[in-house]
């Protein structure tokens, strides 16, 4: 992890952040440690913890984004997040130093939002939890998209198909609300990373997009399998058919 001595602030970060509650979680001292001060210095509550078991404690404060580190002693990462997603849909961050495109997308299977590859720059750490944070905040004006047995609410960040509630994380919906607000027309994987990911598509690849149509499939496909809103264009990418 890159380690510069004074953590740069960022104008207007502070009142950006509205003293929202991050809980970071990393066995490493050093990286609670730089990682806690850069968000405190972006105007973050931080709580901080070692371990799975300390974690949970401090899960009571509700924080509004979990930063978590996969490689945790006892409890495993993808253990604490599997029990995290029973019970919540608060926003996670995954920190690993596990290369392997395979971990990734295992803990985006398993609902997290982004994940960071370390060694990283606490300042991209930060710029992602902007990111995220900023799409789960409901957008100034009402976009409802409706179809033939889908609605998509964008205000109220609700999704309905054939009248029944699809429960969808933050990263699904606004991935939803993307293809959806421009249909019959082909995004790449690579486009739709840069639009919904924005700041932090250029640190990721493009099989986090593969995850996410896929997870959205299940929810509003009648027959995932052969999908007929969100459409593979071969050799190209995505598109969603109304």
Do not use: C
């Not at 709580?47 to 509004?64: S, V």
């Not at 993808?78 to 997308?105: G, K, M, N, Q, Y």
């Not at 099989?207 to 509003?220: A, D, E, G, L, P």
């Amino acid at each position: 992890m890159h380690t510069p001595r004074t953590p740069p602030r960022v104008a207007d970060a502070a009142d950006a952040a509205h003293h929202q509650r991050v809980l970071v979680i990393d066995d490493e001292p050093t990286v609670r440690d730089v990682v806690s001060r850069y968000l405190e210095r972006d105007g973050y509550r931080v709580d901080a913890a070692a371990d799975g078991e300390g974690a949970r404690q401090l899960l009571g404060r509700a924080p509004d984004l979990v930063i978590l580190d996969l490689m945790l002693p006892g409890m495993d990462g993808l253990a604490f997040l599997r029990d995290v997603r029973r019970e919540s849909d608060v926003p996670v961050i995954v920190l690993t130093a596990r290369t392997d495109e395979t971990d990734r997308v295992v803990g985006l299977e398993l609902g997290a939002d982004d994940y960071v590859v370390k060694p990283f720059s606490p300042r991209e750490l930060v710029a992602r939890v902007r990111s995220v944070l900023r799409r789960v905040r409901p957008p100034p004006g009402h976009l409802r998209l409706e179809f033939d047995g889908l609605v998509v609410d964008a205000r109220a960040r609700t999704v309905t198909v054939h009248g029944q509630p699809a429960v969808f994380r933050a990263r699904e919906f606004d991935l939803l609300v993307f293809l959806a607000s421009s249909p019959n027309q082909v995004f790449s994987r690579g486009e739709l990373l840069n639009a919904v990911w924005d700041s932090s598509a250029e640190f990721s690849d493009v099989s986090t997009v593969t995850v996410h149509v896929r997870r959205i499939r299940q929810k509003i496909e009648d027959d995932p399998l052969q999908p007929q809103w969100i459409v593979t264009v071969r050799g190209v990418g995505y598109r969603f058919d109304p």
